[in-house]
């Protein structure tokens, strides 16, 4: 008997340990305001701050928040069935404006604002609203579209890859984009889609990048936030280039990125909280794109001397017609 | 002397991560009962602890010992999720209908633990660590297959319409009405206990099994009836925590309840209401820590800190005085 409950013991403590073991990255915060009472801001990232692209690209904006407008702000890594939570933690705390940094955000931002009147609840993408939430919507398929067409015009074998991290209908709709710039550049170009299903898993990114190398793509775009470095350490050992996504990745120490679909997403979050600090948010559904600043392609310098010169003229004449409202990207409404 | 404890190894903790120990603890006092949103918060993470705790007591008052506590929480979520997903039920019924089959649940997965412990001779403390797995891998199957929210766009459930959720005090603060199943739970076990004639045979088969069978009763039996009653606590938790808190299931549903309540059970010295004094205690330490991992720079880590600290000085404490032998906890 007496074993037996030491080996109870022993499990109960190794289960315990193993549960609470769980790997959390560490996690970049910003520091903290004075506890007056101050316009409070709080962002829910995904994913943690520090993966260079997706969330790092909110929490410039909050701190642009900050800095500017003299804000409170805190951030927290939330997901799935914990959303709630924390949204509804920091309506309690008082704050005035919690974003949530992805279209998982929206439903939850729409359903807790109605117990919390003073608190604005923004999702990044979505398309429900309330008179205390809303949502941005950032148009990266515009980026993606041009990054398409540049993989398009300068693939010698016919094939580009598409990377993706969860299958999320906000994911699919840059790669839409991505597709029609490349067959736009190059009609009947073959172009593989993987989805690993997993946000920070890096070696199964690198995986579905060497699979996609494998069946001849020798363009490789992403959208695997966190685990963005598995597909350029794959692009590096096989020579292949690779697009930056979100943010500006140029600088990626792989050298193989060619160039990056960015989001410029401070003016919008600088807007936004903005508009919540004076009263005058109302909800709705705003969208920022090339037109707003907010998207852009940019080149990696290091390499342009790669890329003809006749590439690049078009690209320029593109993002003009994009920007001038000429041409209208596919764009999926979710 | 535990509440001692708890603040000692805070108190270490805060050293550790490097936070002032009096903005640290203001914060964690703050989060677990500064205002009615701490309170509530308190009570709302009390609520499985207290109701896996009771079940941790049940079994191993009959000499089984069910470390799957997590195991049995899942799936009584998933049997109220499934349930909500094959039957149009709402209100007050599709309630109780959704605590019922997550207490169905547990006890299902529970007893076939006690079933190959009696008849097949594999302790329950090996196949109820096994079962988790096979419950958390049941999950993660089931919110990206048949229970997948409709748009089929995450691993999720669909979420449960509010009519259909336990009903909040306010529906600004966190408390739900599954408080009224725990407090009823622990009166329930109290009783069981102190009254019953099952209660006391399976107090005797945990104690003293040869007298127990000198007085021909069917210790297996017993066995299995404390398991399957253990199970139905640990899935009513997760029945409470689906239809109270989260309304959907998802991969993040196993908060590691079912672990953190050993611990608990123990500390509330295998008895109704120790276990909810325990609960309350870890409730409040849970809140708190999360409003500091929120509010200062230390980050989520803090909470497995605290709560893993407190623990093992809990455990140790109960160690050292029965070893010395004063009195006994």
Same mark, same amino acid.
């Given at each position: ?222 959208q695997a936030n966190a685990a963005a470095q598995g597909v350029f350490d794959a692009c590096k050992e096989k020579g292949v280039a690779a ?92 | ?175 739900? !009405? ?144 029965? !070893? ?6």
């Amino acid at each position: 008997m007496r074993t037996m409950k030491t080996v109870a013991l022993a499990g109960a403590a190794l289960a315990f340990l193993a549960w609470g073991c769980e790997p959390s990255a560490p996690e970049a915060r910003v520091a903290q305001g004075d506890l007056q009472r101050s316009f409070r801001v709080a962002l829910l990232t995904p994913g943690p701050v520090s993966d260079a692209g997706w969330n790092a690209m909110a929490f410039r904006g909050l701190q642009a928040i900050q800095k500017d407008l003299g804000a409170t702000v805190n951030n927290q890594e939330t997901s799935e069935t914990k959303i709630r939570d924390a949204m509804r933690s920091y309506a309690q705390e008082g704050y005035d404006l919690v974003f949530g940094h992805g279209f998982e955000y929206n439903e939850p931002a729409v359903e807790v604002a109605k117990d919390f009147p003073k608190t604005v609840f923004v999702s990044s993408s979505g398309g429900k609203t309330a008179p205390n939430a809303g949502a941005f919507r950032f148009a990266l398929e515009e980026g993606f579209y041009v990054a398409g067409y540049v993989s398009g015009m300068m693939t010698k074998t016919g094939k580009v890859a598409m990377i993706g991290g969860p299958d999320v209908p906000s994911i699919r709709s840059t790669f839409k984009a991505f597709r029609a710039g490349a067959e736009r550049a190059k009609p009947g170009v073959q172009v593989i889609e993987t989805f690993t299903g997993k946000d920070a898993d890096v070696a199964a990114a690198k995986q579905a990048t060497l699979a996609a190398i494998g069946q001849g793509a020798d363009f490789v775009v992403h959208q695997a936030n966190a685990a963005a470095q598995g597909v350029f350490d794959a692009c590096k050992e096989k020579g292949v280039a690779a697009f930056g996504a979100n943010l500006d990745q140029n600088d990626n120490a792989s050298g193989v990125v060619l160039g990056s679909a960015v989001i410029n997403a401070e003016p919008a979050f600088l807007g936004l909280a903005k508009s919540v600090k004076e009263g005058t948010y109302q909800g709705g559904i705003e969208v920022y794109g090339m037109k707003q600043g907010a998207i852009d392609f940019v080149w990696n310098p290091n390499l342009a001397s790669k890329v003809p010169a006749m590439v690049q003229e078009m690209v320029e004449r593109l993002k003009g017609d994009i920007t001038s409202g000429k041409l209208s990207v596919p764009m999926d409404q979710f | 002397m535990t509440a001692a404890i708890v603040l000692a190894s805070v108190l270490v903790a805060l050293w550790v991560f490097g936070v002032d120990p009096v903005s640290g603890v203001s914060l964690i006092a703050k989060g677990a009962f500064g205002d009615k949103f701490g309170v509530a918060r308190t009570l709302v993470r009390a609520v499985p602890l207290v109701l896996v705790g009771l079940g941790v007591v049940v079994a191993w008052r009959a000499g089984v010992f069910n470390i799957g506590g997590e195991g049995q929480y899942v799936v009584g979520g998933l049997a109220a999720a499934w349930l909500a997903a094959a039957l149009p039920l709402v209100g007050p019924l599709a309630m109780v209908s959704f605590l019922a089959a997550a207490a169905l649940g547990g006890a299902c997965l529970a007893w076939l633990a006690g079933w190959l412990e009696v008849h097949r001779r594999v302790p329950a403390v090996i196949t109820t660590i096994l079962l988790n797995f096979v419950s958390l891998q049941a999950l993660d199957w089931a919110v990206r297959g048949p229970l997948q929210e409709p748009t089929r766009q995450r691993p999720l459930s669909a979420r449960l319409p509010s009519e259909s959720m336990l009903p909040r005090f306010d529906p600004q603060t966190d408390l739900h !009405a599954g408080v009224f199943v725990a407090v009823a739970a622990v009166a329930a076990i109290w009783a069981f206990f102190r009254y019953s004639h099952a209660g006391f045979l399976v107090r005797l088969v945990g104690e003293n099994p040869r007298v127990a069978r000198a007085n021909r009763t069917d210790t297996g039996r017993t066995k299995k009836l404390a398991m399957a009653l253990s199970g139905a606590l640990c899935g009513l938790a997760g029945g409470v925590t689906y239809a109270g808190v989260s309304g959907q299931i998802g991969d993040g549903f196993a908060e590691g309840w079912g672990f953190l309540a050993i611990p608990v059970a123990l500390l509330g010295g295998l008895e109704a209401w120790g276990v909810l004094a325990a609960s309350l205690l870890f409730g409040a330490l849970l809140a708190g820590s999360e409003n500091l991992s929120r509010f200062s720079a230390v980050g989520p880590t803090v909470v497995y800190v605290i709560q893993g600290l407190s623990v093992l000085g809990v455990l140790a404490a109960f160690r050292w005085r029965r !070893a010395g032998g004063a009195g006994g906890p």
